[in-house]
């Protein structure tokens, strides 16, 4: 038995439905191959950064999130007795902010969408076995029979032990840490509505509002450490969260099981290419980023929306060839390993606490929230929406021997940096952009 399709995209997580509804919305006719039937209850990634909330207003799927989900401007970074501020709205733009949405409330309103157009078709349960003379095989669960998927283009978006990348032979070079997360869902007080990082001694705890009062919770703890913790017991966990922030009693310890609490293991890593003829990848298949600065689910999402309008551009001048793909790895593959440095940085920030470390943390976080030029850079490259990198000057006032910048940059300096349609589609006809 086999199936045609104009572009398989193996795996129905975020990055490949998004790429699906895209295409679909294209009228290119797609299918979307997932192995689970039902929703995971592993966690990933839940906060969107301004520039993946710019792509779900383009797709018209932003007011569903937005009913759903949690959004904020500010980010808090306790530090001992000490608080610093990043803040979105330092952005010019509709896009100032933040949102956070639980991650399979976000997979069900995609699929819902792309569900409405007929040239969109999704097979759960379904398991891609290997490729075979330029043909995926699947299997679907019940059923002993294999499937044979035909396709003019196969995108592998199933993750990091991606099918996909090992038939490209793509390497990846890989990034590991000396730390692990203890990850959770619980209520939380009414006065906690915007994002909290705190770090003090050896510990650091990230809090990120959700909607209906829950709160997603992030807890470092050393490599190795992880069946200690268990062995002292859930009131141990509640302890450390109540002395690093006192105003979670009565929140927190309405956790009563460690079975509600998943271990995470932060790795990093990036493919060495994201093309190969007719097959790409793309999110964790083709990078994964440390979660310090909530960026892998995002990275998928851009990786979509640069694909899907390269993809929809063939299909629509007729002019469909594999060798267009390099286009997407020659946007994408420079912006993925920028975020991977930049949340591997801040991962290192965490990583050690010893009293130097803590020291140049905290003397960084101060300068950049005194220096606006700094701000903004910090701002406008998590957000996604552009990219000013770091000189050698910045990192001098981040290190306190030069003073920080007090002038206020003015709009023509914030929107230069700004990733215009150019840059983000550069294969366009230079006409297409004024439309």
Known sequence: MSLNTEVAIVGGGIGGLTLGLKLAQANIDVLVLEKLDAPSSVYKGELLQPKSLKIFKRLDALDVIRENGFSFSRIAFVEGEKEFA?????????FDYSLMIEHEKLKGILLKRALQFPNFHYLSGTLAKEYDNGELIVKRKDVKEQLTVKADFFIGAEGRNSITRKVMNSKIKKIEYNHQFLT????RPQSLEEGKIISKD???????????AKVRSVYLIPEGTYKKHLQKGIHHFHKNYLELLPELEGYVTRLKNWKDIQLMIPTAFYADKYVDGRLAILGDAAHTVHPMAG?????AIQDADILGELLAEMYTSGRISPDKLKWYEKVRKPRAENMISLS??????YSYSNRVITGIRRKGLKQ????????????LNVSGLGYWPESLWDRLIQAGMLPARRTELSAADKSHYFYTEKDDYPWKKVEQYDK
């Open 184 to 187: 959770v869902t619980f209520p």
């Open 368 to 379: 950049i929230e005194r220096d606006k030029t700094l701000q903004y850079k910090q701002m």
């Open 202 to 212: 050896e510990r650091f705890l990230g809090l990120f509002p959700l909607p209906d």
């Open 344 to 349: 591997h940085l801040s991962a290192i920030a």
């Open 295 to 299: 960026e892998g689910m995002n990275m």
């Open 86 to 94: 990043m803040d979105y709205s330092i952005l010019p733009g509709d």
